[in-house]
């Protein structure tokens, strides 16, 4: 192909993309599409980062990844895990889209061996993970809500590595 048609082609606006936005765009959406958990307010919100995938310009999923809140989770430490902490899409069949492009090109930027995120145990089968090719590494509940008094949820704990080996050795 010649330079000026690759040049051509560069002037195309892109049918779908997935690019980093700002948390408020990501709150936003969580917000206006019903997630459950809400916006994301953590602790260490200067570290969050969040992801959007577009269609025609149009914000369609979002996926936000965070440090551990709590000092480990499924025997992990923060450095050597991160948390996928919030996964949103205008159309449900497109969360399984939005974890892949998470896992396939923001995962291996973060510098860290384990992704892993929590799978309400009630309210969702863990199939968006299984078939993703995730692992299960446990389970937990969250303590009482200090804000509203709700009881905790019970979770399953998802992890992701890309070495596969180490993937099936877990838990």
């Keep these: 192909m010649s330079v000026q048609v690759l040049q051509q082609l560069q002037l195309l606006t892109p049918l779908v993309s997935f690019d980093p936005i700002p948390i408020e765009h990501l709150n936003r ?12 307010r953590r602790p260490f919100a200067h570290l969050d980062r969040a992801y959007g995938l ?58 860290k061996p384990w992704a892993i995120s929590y799978q309400h145990a009630v309210a969702h089968s863990g199939n968006l993970y299984r078939f993703d090719g995730w692992v299960r590494l446990g389970t937990s509940r969250s303590g009482t809500d200090a804000r509203s008094g709700r009881r905790g949820r019970r979770k399953v704990i998802w992890g992701w590595s890309a070495d596969p080996t180490t993937r099936k050795a877990a838990p």
């Design 29 to 40: 959406c969580l917000l206006a599409w019903g997630h459950k958990m809400g916006p994301l």
């Design 54 to 111: 577009f269609h025609d310009g149009r914000i369609v999923g979002v996926v936000s990844t965070s440090p551990l809140v709590r000092e480990t989770a499924a025997g992990m430490g923060r450095e050597e895990c991160c948390e996928l902490s919030r996964l949103c899409c205008a159309r449900p069949d497109l969360c399984r889209v939005v974890l892949r492009l998470w896992r396939e090109f923001v995962f291996p930027t973060l510098g």
